[in-house]
């Protein structure tokens, strides 16, 4: 089945094997339903989560899907591997299909992650241009100081990719505990950050994606769907921070 948008003609010769003339006398007919409304336009653009029926008959009926996991330890980002736990094998089997993970954490952090099978939505979450900020717990080896709140803001040059990070922020909560924000996910960019200090990070937990907060009810290892309200409204910045 088609994933992105397509004509309502294109999608319908692709799956029923007819040609677009062939088409046409059926869509004439108002045979053809999109969301429970006769089409007769073949140059219709549908989406991967539009039903598209012929007499009666689904011919595409997917629902988009949005889940939350409370990702514990030691379990990897990832929807397949031979050796370790994935976020994907948390799900029962009758769950997962279609299913691919929107950001990722590494394998010893924990908190928030998101499971979808929306590939535009989770897209929209990962341009830098939305904007959509993450919150993170950290413990840390070392005491803090205020010289990590100045650093973070100013961003930190990485010479491996030979790019300067976005600002972040860094809230002190403690001596060895600090909250940070930030809005794009290098590679390990949280431990690279602190360990410009030589501080090491014990423990990595992300607590919310934009406005979404990790459900506290959710144990390490649980999921739940996103509410509607959840899901239209996770872009944009933290509420604080």
Same mark, same amino acid.
């Given at each position: 089945m088609p994933s992105r948008y397509h004509r309502l003609d294109r999608f319908l010769s692709q799956v029923l094997q007819v040609s677009r003339s062939g088409l046409r006398p059926v869509l004439a007919a108002g045979r053809v339903r999109v969301n429970g409304v006769p089409v007769r336009d073949r140059q219709q653009r549908i989406g991967p989560f539009d039903r598209v029926e012929l007499d009666g008959q689904p011919l595409q009926s997917e629902a988009p899907r949005y889940l939350m996991v409370n990702k514990p330890a030691g379990v990897v980002s990832a929807t397949s591997d031979d050796q370790h736990t994935t976020v994907m094998d948390l799900l029962p089997a009758s769950q997962r299909q279609g299913l691919h993970l929107a950001g990722r954490l590494d394998f010893n952090s924990t908190g928030l992650v998101l499971l979808t099978?929306? %590939?535009?939505?989770?897209? *929209?979450?990962?341009?830098p241009q939305s904007q959509v900020r993450k919150h993170y717990r950290v413990t840390v080896e070392q005491p803090l100081t205020e010289a990590y709140v100045a650093a973070f803001s100013e961003g930190m040059w990485f010479a491996f990719e030979g790019i300067k990070t976005r600002p972040a922020t860094l809230r002190i909560r403690s001596a060895y505990e600090a909250d940070v924000w930030l809005c794009e %996910?290098?590679?390990? *960019?949280?431990?690279?950050?602190f360990g410009r200090f030589d501080n090491k990070v014990l423990t990595l937990h992300r607590l919310a994606i934009g406005h979404l907060v990790l459900d506290e009810s959710l144990a390490p290892g649980e999921s739940r769907d996103l509410m509607p309200g959840e899901v239209a409204g996770i872009a944009g910045l933290s509420s604080r921070g």
């Open positions: 099978n929306d %590939g535009a939505w989770s897209r *929209q979450l990962s341009q %996910g290098r590679y390990h *960019q949280i431990k690279r950050m």
